[in-house]
């Protein structure tokens, strides 16, 4: 079963009057433990792209399937839950919680999905520590520097 499944996928948007077609007829398929880049000019549908590979939107047509889930069949809630138990996102401008350290940061994600604070606290050292950041784990984010964060970001990420 494929991790990711795309057929036909379209998503339009409207911005006043146009009608933006920002994905046209995707077919994609990517496997479990298969390493994938997206790159591309701006304006051309990455991130649109990667909004229905997060469940962060719907496909306007085509179908979705994440972890063998059709995505469109999903409430927001159960999005929601897949989100938390499947994907791990980095973002553009990271989305840290500037009032928590870079070690709650890394929790949080842990926490929501119910860990204990002695779990989330061992998870989240280990992969700051892969990101080499484990010294920084005490920092809030306006502490540390932009590629700093990134790391966080992505140590989140993978937490999850």
Do not use: C
């Not at 433990?33 to 792209?49: A, Q, Y």
């Amino acid at each position: 079963m494929a991790l990711i499944e795309m057929e036909n996928v379209t998503k339009n948007y409207r911005l006043g009057e146009t009608l933006v077609h920002a994905l046209r007829g995707i077919d994609l398929k990517i496997d479990t433990s298969e390493f994938v880049s997206i790159w591309g000019p701006s304006g051309s549908g990455k991130t649109t792209l990667l909004n229905l590979i997060g469940a962060i939107d719907e496909p306007t047509t085509g179908k979705l399937t994440i972890a063998g889930k059709d995505v469109r069949t999903l409430t927001d809630n159960q999005k929601s839950i897949h989100r938390n138990n499947t994907i791990g996102f980095v973002f553009q401008g990271f989305n840290l919680v500037p009032v928590l350290s870079a070690l709650e940061n890394v929790m949080l994600p842990l926490q929501i999905k119910g860990a204990s604070a002695a779990e989330a606290r061992k998870q989240a050292m280990a992969r700051l520590e892969e990101v080499g950041l484990s010294d920084l784990a005490g920092n809030r984010p306006a502490k540390m520097s932009g590629g700093q964060q990134q790391r966080v970001s992505i140590a989140r990420a993978l937490v999850t």
